[in-house]
C-alpha cells in the first residue's frame, strides 16, 4: 500500500467525515477532510491531495459540481465519489463526468480502501508510461530535453546536442528569432556535467553598454552613482554551471574587448574593482545575425568571434520542419488547454492545413502565441481555422504540384525554398538538405538555364 498519500474526505454529515478520516489516518494516510464541494475545491487548490473520496448530496456545492470544477483544474487528479444504495444513475453520471471509481453507502472501509490503492496504482501507471514515453521519444529522435520535433533538421541538432553537451566547448548558436535558441541551450546545459549548476541566462541587446557591463561582470561599492554594495556579476553567478549570452552581436566593441579577456584568461576584474576573479563558466552565446558578415564589415571582432563559434548549431526555421508544426501545436495545445481550463481536444482538417501551410516568419513563438489565441477563442472542443490569427496562404499560380509532383519538381522545390530560408547561401542550403555544395550548385545552373524539372517549365 502507499503510505503518505494525501486523502481529501468530502461529506456533509460529520460522524461519516470523521470515521473515514480516522480510519484512512490508521492504515498509513495522511488525511484532510471538507463538510462541502466549496470548501473541499479550495483546499485542492491550496494543497493538491493525491485522492478526492466524496459524498454526492451535499450543500452548497455537491459532489458532482465538485467532480466537475477538479477535473477543469486537475484532470489528473483521482476522484472516488459515494452514492446511496441502488442510485445506479447517480453513479453511473458520476462516471461519466470522470469519476475513477464509486462505492455506495454506508461505505464498506476495506472496499474503499482497495479502490484507494487502485487509484492510486492507476496514476502511478500513468505516470510512468508518460516518462516511458518521454525516453523512448528522445531515443527516437522524436525530442529532446524539452526540445521537440523529428524532422530531419531537429535530428541533426540533436546530434550535435550529445556530441557537444559533455564537452567544455563554447557554443554559438544562431537562426532566426523565435526559433528556440534560448531551449537549446538549456538542452545543452541539462545534458552536459555541469547539469546540477545553474543556468544564468542575459538578454544582451536589453542593456545599455554601462548596464551589460555591471550585469556580466558585477561591481563594487562605489563604482558609480546607486552601487550602495557589492553586487555579483552574471559570470560569478553563474559559476561551476552555464552562462547563455543571448543575441551576442547587439554588444559594444567595448563590452567584445572585456567578454574576449574572459573569455581567455577565465578571470576578470568587477566594475570599479582591482581585485582579479576567476571564473570556472561554460558560455553558450546566441544570435540572429550572421557573425560571420559582421566581422567581414567590422561590426564584430574576429577573435571574439572564434572563441566563441568553438561549435557553431544553427537552429532551423519552423517552416523548413515539415510536420514538426502540427507536433509542436498540439503540445502548445495541451497546455494552453490546461492554462485555460478548456476543454480543446485537436485541430479540425481545416485548421491542420491551415498550420501546414502558414510560414511562420515568427517561427515557433509566433506559432505559440497563435495556439494560445486559438484555445481562448476555440467555442467546441476543436481548434478550427477561422480561430488562428493568420490568413490561410494564397495559392500562387506558378507554384509546383506538391503532392503528386515530379521527383525533380520537388527537387527543386526543397533547393529552391531551403536557397531562400538560407538567405541565399548554398553551403547552408547543402547542409539543410544533406547534400553537396556541388549539388545545389549544379542545380541552381540548371534551373537558371531552364533545364529540366525547372518550376513552372511547360
Not at 18 to 46: F, P, R
Not at 95 to 118: C, H, N, Q, W, Y
Not at 163 to 192: D, M, Y
Request: include cysteine; charge should be negative.
Amino acid at each position: 500500500m502507499t503510505s503518505k498519500a494525501r486523502i481529501l474526505v468530502v461529506d456533509d454529515e460529520a460522524s461519516a467525515r470523521s470515521g473515514l478520516e480516522k480510519l484512512l489516518k490508521q492504515v498509513g494516510y495522511e488525511v484532510e477532510s471538507a463538510a462541502d464541494g466549496s470548501k473541499a475545491l479550495a483546499m485542492a487548490a491550496a494543497h493538491p491531495p493525491d485522492v478526492v473520496v466524496t459524498d454526492l448530496k451535499m450543500p452548497v456545492m455537491d459532489g458532482m459540481a465538485l467532480l466537475a470544477a477538479l477535473r477543469a483544474h486537475h484532470r489528473e487528479l483521482p476522484v472516488i465519489v459515494a452514492t446511496a444504495f441502488g442510485d445506479v444513475a447517480a453513479a453511473v453520471a458520476a462516471m461519466r463526468a470522470g469519476a475513477d471509481d464509486f462505492l455506495t453507502k454506508p461505505i464498506d472501509f476495506d472496499v474503499l480502501s482497495l479502490a484507494i490503492e487502485r487509484v492510486l496504482e492507476r496514476r502511478a501507471l500513468r505516470s510512468e508510461a508518460e516518462n516511458l514515453r518521454r525516453q523512448l521519444d528522445e531515443r527516437d529522435g522524436e525530442g529532446l530535453q524539452g526540445l521537440t520535433g523529428a524532422s530531419p533538421a531537429m535530428q541533426k541538432v540533436y546530434r550535435t546536442v550529445r556530441q557537444v553537451a559533455p564537452s567544455k566547448a563554447t557554443v554559438l548558436i544562431t537562426g532566426e528569432s523565435g526559433t528556440g535558441k534560448g531551449e537549446l541551450a538549456r538542452a545543452i546545459h541539462a545534458l552536459s556535467p555541469r547539469a546540477k549548476g545553474p543556468f544564468i541566462a542575459l538578454h544582451c541587446a536589453a542593456l545599455t553598454e554601462g548596464l551589460l557591463e555591471s550585469e556580466l561582470f558585477g561591481h563594487e561599492r562605489g563604482a558609480f552613482t546607486g552601487a550602495e554594495k557589492r553586487r555579483l556579476g552574471r559570470f560569478e553567478q553563474a559559476s561551476t554551471g552555464t552562462l547563455f549570452l543571448d543575441e551576442i552581436g547587439e554588444i559594444s566593441p567595448l563590452t567584445q574587448v572585456k567578454l574576449l579577456r574572459v573569455l581567455q584568461e577565465r578571470a576578470f576584474e568587477r566594475v570599479g574593482g582591482n581585485e582579479l576573479v576567476s571564473v570556472d563558466v561554460r558560455v553558450i552565446a546566441a544570435t540572429n545575425r550572421d557573425l560571420a558578415a559582421d566581422v567581414r564589415e567590422g561590426r564584430f571582432r574576429e577573435d571574439l568571434y572564434y572563441r566563441l563559434n568553438v561549435v557553431h548549431v544553427e537552429m532551423p526555421p519552423l517552416r523548413l520542419r515539415g510536420a514538426d508544426v502540427l507536433t509542436l501545436a498540439s503540445l502548445f495545445l495541451r497546455r494552453f488547454a490546461e492554462d485555460n481550463h478548456k476543454r480543446v481536444d485537436g485541430f479540425t482538417d481545416a485548421a491542420r492545413t491551415k498550420l501546414r501551410a502558414h510560414r511562420f516568419p515568427g517561427n515557433v513563438r509566433e506559432l505559440e502565441n497563435a495556439i494560445e489565441r486559438a484555445v481562448v477563442m476555440a467555442e467546441g472542443d476543436l481548434v478550427d481555422a477561422g480561430d488562428l490569427p493568420f490568413e490561410a496562404a494564397q495559392p500562387h499560380s506558378g507554384a509546383i504540384r506538391i503532392p503528386g509532383s515530379t521527383m525533380a519538381e520537388i527537387e527543386r522545390y526543397a533547393i529552391e525554398t531551403s536557397l531562400e530560408a538560407s538567405s541565399g547561401s548554398t553551403a547552408k542550403t547543402a547542409e539543410l538538405l544533406d547534400i553537396s555544395i556541388r549539388t545545389v550548385q549544379y542545380r541552381l545552373q540548371e534551373y537558371a538555364g531552364g533545364g529540366k524539372g525547372a518550376r513552372g517549365a511547360s
